[in-house]
Structures are given as C-alpha cells and as structure tokens.
C-alpha cells in the first residue's frame, strides 16, 4: 500500500461508508472495522504479544522495539539539549555507578531467566539534570534522567537505586511499547497500524509524542498506568537488590515520596494508596534477596572484571604518558593528532 492511497483514510469516520456505496452492496461488517480488525491480528502475530520479565504478565505490543528505542534516543536528545545538566561530578559519576549496576544486574538476571535479547539495542546514559522537581524517567533504550530535585527523597544510594531500578524497569519492560500500542490501537485504529508498521517515522514519532506526553513540557512525561506501576515496582526491586543495594529502603523511600504527591507524578498520580505499595514492597523483599543471591555472585564476577580492565587501561595510558614525557622530541613534533607517536 502506498502513502497516498493511506491519505485520505486518514479520516476514518467517512471511509466506511463511502468504501460501502462505492461497491453498490450493504456490507454486513464496514470494511474500515473489519480491516481494522485484520490489521490488529495481523500485527499481534507479527509483532505481538510479549512477556514481561520476571512477573511473566503478557503485554500487547504492536511496535518492533528497535523502532521505540530510537525514538527514546532521540528524544532523550532532545530533551538533554533543552536541560541544565548537573556540574556536581560527584552526583553525576554516583547516579551513573548506581545506573551501570542495576544495567549489569538486569544482564545477568535476564540472561539468567532465558531472557538475554530484551536488552539487544540497549546503549546506557545516565545524566543527572538540574531542577527542583522530584522526577526520574529511562526512556526506552536505556537513556536515563535523575533530577536533582529528586535527591530531597532519595537522600542515600539505596533509595536512589529503588528509584532509578523502577525506572529502568520500565523501559526492560518495555511498558513504552506497550503503551504507544494500546494508544493506536485505542484511539488512532487500523490507520495508525498501518502507519507504524509500514515505517512511516514522522506519524510514529508523534504517537510516541503522545504516548509518553513529551513535547508539552519538556522532560515531564505521562504518568504510566497503574498496571505498570506495579510491574516497575516490582521488577525495579528485584534488579536493584541484586545489584547491591538494600530493598528494605524501598518501602520507606515511596512513604517520603507520598509527603510530596503535588511534584512527583511520575511516582504517584497513578498510586492512590502509598501505604499499600509500600505493604507490597515490604512482603517482596525475601523474593529480592534470593533474586540477589542467585545472581549477586556473578554481577560481583563480572564488575571485578570490568574494574580490572579499567585499571588495565589507565596503566596503559599512564605508561604511554609517562614515555612520552621522557622523549620531548616526539612530543614537540609538529602534530595535530595526538594518536601520532
Ligand atoms: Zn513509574
């Protein structure tokens, strides 16, 4: 199908009828639906129907995920151009610390749990934004954003951790996805199917506009649903215990953030009763700590080895420099290139 005979479908509550007189029969089913229909399983045995991890819940997603992640990536450009970030280096290096565990701690969980291509596509950022407003979000792709503001709450790293674990729940999740699905297939119908699936990135990229809420305000997105909510919560515990950090600070942390319900939608709108998450939270902690134990050893493993290859390549640079310092004939050569030796 070609983009202009898509066009003027677009207005799909006169298609059906005129499609109807056109064939001089009355149909029983107006085509637009029944098409409508078609598309929807189509697209579900294409595309799908995906599990969430660790909680096995179904979810109905319609978009090839690689296509969402690019989107999280440009917009979180978008939304990083338009932000103060943080000059605080020592915010900034602690939120990307936590942020590499809890990324390395939902590799080895997932390769774990049979799961090791959820993260195929994935390229971690962590920038810490500077605002009063007590927020986080990972958009899909793993492209996360701390507010400062949010440092009022989460005052130590293991608070911090249940948060941006919650976050980056989300996005493994892939609740993005999902969601931008139940909104085309909710309000845009089969038109919109069609759109997505035929690689048509502007209309796509408006449905992600829509989906999450960013544009309006920038880096302020559409609180999810309490569905997925829930998932995060759960999800973000598991992978932040076994990244290290403590899950007994969860349930406190989300009772702090309910003293300050006006400027945290993300957190909240979405959680009428803070007192039953935070119960919730409570009884998962014995289910985190086998999670930790089960998969701690080798997140711990694989951290030691990475420390060691980083220590591996500063000797190496230091060496370099140091050798350079002692030849001040090649370091006085006329070079632009400092690879040049
Ligand atoms: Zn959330």
Excluded at 63 to 75: N, T
Aim: overall charge negative; charged content about 25%; aromatic content about 6%.
């Amino acid at each position: 199908m070609t983009g202009a005979e898509e066009t003027p479908s677009r207005n799909d509550a006169g298609a059906p009828s005129a499609r109807g007189a056109g064939n001089g029969r009355k149909p029983r089913v107006p085509p637009a639906k029944a098409l409508f229909v078609q598309g929807v399983l189509l697209a579900w045995l294409a595309v799908g129907c995906a599990t969430s991890p660790f909680t096995g819940r179904r979810s109905f997603q319609l978009l090839p995920e690689a296509q969402v992640q690019e989107l999280g990536a440009s917009e979180y450009q978008n939304i990083l151009e338009q932000s103060e970030l943080t000059d605080n280096e020592r915010l900034a290096a602690q939120v990307r610390r936590i942020g590499e565990r809890i990324a390395l701690a939902a590799e080895v969980a997932l390769e774990g749990e049979g799961d090791p291509g959820r993260l195929e596509g994935y390229e971690w950022e962590f920038n810490v934004v500077e605002s009063d407003e007590v927020n986080a979000f990972c958009l899909p792709g793993g492209k996360v954003v701390v507010y400062t503001g949010l440092l009022t709450v989460a005052r130590d790293e293991d608070s911090l951790a249940v948060v941006m674990g919650h976050e980056i729940a989300h996005a493994i999740a892939e609740h993005g996805n999902e969601r931008m699905s139940q909104v085309m297939a909710a309000q845009l119908g089969g038109v919109a199917l069609d759109v997505a699936l035929q690689d048509r990135p502007t209309e796509v990229r408006q449905l992600f506009a829509t989906a999450f809420g960013v544009g309006a305000t920038v880096g302020v997105l559409l609180p999810f649903s309490r569905t997925h909510e829930r998932e995060a919560d759960e999800i973000g515990l598991f992978l932040s215990t076994i990244a290290g950090y403590d899950p007994r600070a969860a349930a406190p942390l989300w009772e702090r953030m309910a003293k300050v319900a006006a400027s945290a939608p993300e957190f909240l709108s979405t959680h009428p009763d803070p007192l039953e998450r935070a119960e919730r939270l409570r009884e998962l902690v014995p289910e985190a700590l086998e999670y930790r134990e089960k998969y701690g050893p080798e997140l711990e493993r694989r951290v030691r080895a990475a420390d060691a290859q980083e220590k591996k390549q500063e000797r190496k640079r230091e060496k370099r420099d140091a050798s350079l310092r002692w030849w001040p004939f090649v370091a006085a050569a006329p070079t632009s290139d400092p690879s040049v030796q």
